[in-house]
């Protein structure tokens, strides 16, 4: 199997940077793509942004392009997936979870609190 954990999230004032990281252990030799979701307060969770095994494929939903970049190191027993978070919302507050696909089964961490105050 494959676990997930994610860390770096906080308290930042609107305009300000984060960067979350989530690591992955396991059998990470059989991961593929990650990504990053949020859930705020009353909504449902959505997509954030994920990455392919290489790195060179990223994808982002609309409100987050150009301020949040994804990334990812491969090491021999680990992934790391960071999320940085610039340019940050009030409505970027969120908790924000690491996702990975496992034979068709999702992988989720515990999630991460993040919260922009304007």
């Known amino acids: 199997q494959v676990q997930l954990v994610e860390s770096g999230g906080g308290l930042v004032q609107a305009g300000g940077s984060l960067r979350l990281s989530c690591l992955a252990s396991?059998?990470?030799?059989?991961?593929?793509?990650m990504g990053w979701f949020r859930q705020a307060p009353g909504k449902e969770r959505e997509f954030v942004a994920d990455?392919?095994?290489?790195?060179?494929?990223?994808?982002?939903t609309d409100s987050v392009k150009g301020r949040f970049v994804i990334s990812r190191d491969n090491a021999q027993d680990t992934v790391t997936v960071y999320l940085q978070m610039n340019s940050m919302k009030p409505e970027d507050t969120a908790v924000y979870y690491c996702?990975?696909?496992?034979?068709?089964?999702?992988?989720w961490g515990q999630g991460t609190q993040v919260t922009v105050s304007s």
């Open positions: 396991g059998r990470t030799g059989r991961v593929d793509t």
């Open positions: 990455v392919n095994w290489s790195g060179y494929r990223t994808s982002y």
């Open positions: 996702n990975t696909n496992l034979s068709d089964t999702a992988i």
